[in-house]
């Protein structure tokens, strides 16, 4: 069945620090990749997506995402962290095509420390 | 990427009524979907809404429980009904544009809760 894992539940890191949450997917066929973020009682917001193509993908809020075939992966990274990137995040696959369901990761939330 | 809006933002029920959340997009759309999210947990989705027939529930999901509506490319509804304690969530619909972006754009959700 196909599935994405974000092994880290819950994720502590210093403002200014680097940052790294992981993404696992297994699917049939390389599928579409995102990231998304939910911060506290808002909806979901898009952070990138990986169709094909150069496989280190930029995305808003200084955010950014390396798809990895050989690892199934599909790692987000921020260089260094601000206040306001506390929030959850979720990755997610999706089978290509077009109008495909999405499916979800059970979500890192992220907590930043002064 | 489209500006979703859903009405109610958040509403207590009481057990054994039912529910019923808007999901208005500002532009044509041809699937819409909606997702359940479960206190700490990640999205569900419970079905796709295409205009004009019948929507396609998940496995776990029936069309008594969760009825839709899709009216016109714009604009859809989700009832839950008989609710129970166990529908506690935050339910949000999305969309996917008329051109396949294959990306989908979520609404603010819905915050319900059972009594």
């Known amino acids: 069945a196909q599935s994405v894992t974000q092994p880290d539940i819950h994720i502590t890191v210093s403002e200014g620090a680097s940052l790294e949450l992981r993404c696992n997917y297994s699917y049939g066929a390389t599928p579409y990749l995102f990231w998304y973020v939910q911060s506290p009682g808002q909806g979901l917001q898009l952070l990138l997506k990986?169709?094909?193509?150069?496989?280190l993908v930029q995305g808003i809020k200084g955010f950014e995402a390396e798809f990895k075939r050989s690892q199934s992966s599909f790692n987000l990274r921020k260089p260094s962290v601000h206040w306001s990137d506390a929030a959850e995040y979720f990755c997610a696959a999706q089978d290509s095509g077009g109008y495909q369901k999405v499916t979800f990761g059970t979500g890192t939330k992220l907590q930043v420390i002064p | 990427s489209a500006v979703i809006s859903q009405k109610p933002s958040r509403d207590i029920c009481q057990r054994g009524t039912s529910l019923t959340i808007q999901c208005q997009v500002d532009?044509?759309?041809?699937?819409m979907f909606w997702y359940r999210q479960q206190p700490g947990q990640s999205l569900t989705l419970i079905a796709t809404a295409n205009q004009g027939s019948e929507a396609t529930y998940e496995s776990g999901f029936v069309i008594d429980k969760f009825p839709i509506s899709r009216p016109n490319l714009t604009f859809s509804t989700l009832t839950v009904s008989n609710l129970s304690p166990e529908d506690s969530s935050i339910y949000l619909c999305?969309?996917?544009?008329?051109?396949?972006?294959?990306?989908?754009?979520f609404g603010p959700g819905t915050r319900l809760t059972v009594l």
């Open positions: 990986y169709f094909s193509g150069d496989t």
């Open positions: 532009s044509q759309v041809t699937m």
């Open positions: 999305s969309v996917e544009g008329t051109t396949g972006t294959d990306t989908q754009y």
